[in-house]
């Protein structure tokens, strides 16, 4: 009698918990706006700025701000190669002002020759990737609505042209809102994840299928993946999934949730678990980095809302640089990048902040790509 008690206690407090949630959105005030779930249009050409000496990072940099223009949309076919870079300062701030002629683009190691520049603000296509497992769910307890507060937040303040899409996951993916720039369908989306049914996590089949599924998408895109991190039962093994998602060419920001668990549950722990969350860290690292996102593992929860503006300015703020590749043998094989910023000698650029002052920075970037195939 006393576990039905508890049962029905808790449910009502989830049940009230969520009517929280309704009630600070709609004071909030979602995006009204209603369109349809198809794929993006091609952003408009824009004219790349004139090569010169790295000027100091101007002063719009102090407020977050930067002068933006068109972005033109490129696809990796057999000629040409397209790198979306996000240069960020120690605080994950986009750094805007960086002229062309200091990009350099390694493939392979080799110097490459790039054709195309392009920076500013470009309508993008994201797809959020939650995972709702029972496995965890019990341990989040109401850090779990505030994530979900959160991730709405970073939603509506995308622009209306912007398409969103909210993927679910436990023993397999589920799309609960597919692309679209309604709102509306986002916020109630991300309301049906409230009692999770499995205890499953298969990430790798998630984060795969969801890559799969925007790779053919033109223009800027990201997953946006909210999980502990942890794979139970996927069908595809990590090695598998690694090398899928570098085919795809999607980046991947994730939000690591253990980080912030582990502490709240400290001592309550064996060995072997902490070594399975470590594990699940550095595969969504791996991911991240590979794909030219980033990773976050906040350590408590008032950290999360500074982690959405972080992905939010990065996804947004970006240079697009593309390459006709030296190697021209159509092979299949996996190409290593790297992108450097360097002087007109070769020496890594240092970059001065609005004071004069150095500037540590961080070069954003996929690791590589798959080349085509020759067709026989």
């Known amino acids: 009698m006393r576990a039905w008690i508890t049962a029905i206690f808790c449910a009502t407090a989830l049940v009230v918990a969520l009517a929280g949630v309704v009630v600070a959105q709609s004071q909030q005030g979602p995006l009204n706006t209603t369109g349809d779930t198809v794929a993006k249009k091609k952003p408009t050409d824009s004219t790349a700025p004139a090569d010169g000496d790295l000027p100091k990072i101007p002063s719009e940099y ?7 223009g068109s972005l033109q949309t490129f696809k990796t076919d057999v000629d040409t190669v397209s790198v979306d870079v ?9 750094v805007p002002g ?23 603000e470009a309508p993008m296509t994201v797809s959020m990737v939650i995972e709702f497992s029972n496995k965890f769910q019990r341990m989040y307890g109401s850090a779990w609505f505030e ?47 409230t009692i999770p049914a499995w205890s499953e996590a298969n990430l790798f089949d998630a984060i795969t299928d969801t890559a799969d599924r925007m790779s053919a998408i033109e223009g800027r895109k990201a997953i946006l993946l909210i999980s502990s991190g942890v794979d139970t039962f996927s069908k595809l093994t990590f090695d598998k999934t690694r090398k899928n998602l570098q085919e795809a060419g999607v980046p991947i920001y994730a939000i690591g949730l253990m980080q912030a668990l582990r502490i709240m549950n400290e001592g ?11 594990q699940a860290d550095n595969q969504m690292r791996t991911f991240a980095t590979e794909t030219g996102g980033q990773a976050f593992f906040p350590r408590f929860q008032g950290e999360f809302g500074g982690i959405f503006q972080q992905i939010h300015q990065a996804l947004r703020n970006q240079y697009v640089l593309t390459y006709t590749p030296s190697n021209k043998v159509h092979d299949g094989t996996y190409r290593k990048i790297k992108v450097q910023l360097v002087d007109h000698d070769g020496n890594p650029v240092a970059l001065k902040d609005e004071k004069n002052k150095p500037m540590k920075y961080t070069v954003v970037a996929k690791s590589g790509y ?4 020759a067709v026989e």
């Open 268 to 278: 309550r722990m064996g060995a072997i678990q902490e070594m399975d969350f470590l």
């Open 147 to 193: 994530t979900l507060q959160l991730a709405w937040g970073f939603a509506s303040t995308l622009k209306p042209e912007d398409y969103v899409a909210v993927v679910a996951y436990d023993i397999k993916p589920e799309i609960l809102s597919d692309f679209t720039t309604n709102r509306m369908q986002t916020q109630e989306a991300l309301h049906r994840l």
């Open 98 to 120: 960086i002229q062309k002629g200091f990009f350099r683009v390694l493939e392979d190691n080799v110097p490459q020759q790039i054709t195309g520049y392009n920076v500013g």
């Open 86 to 94: 996000a240069v960020l300062d120690k605080n994950g701030r986009f």
């Open 370 to 373: 798959k080349a085509p195939r």
């Open 62 to 68: 102090k407020k977050d701000k930067m002068d933006v």
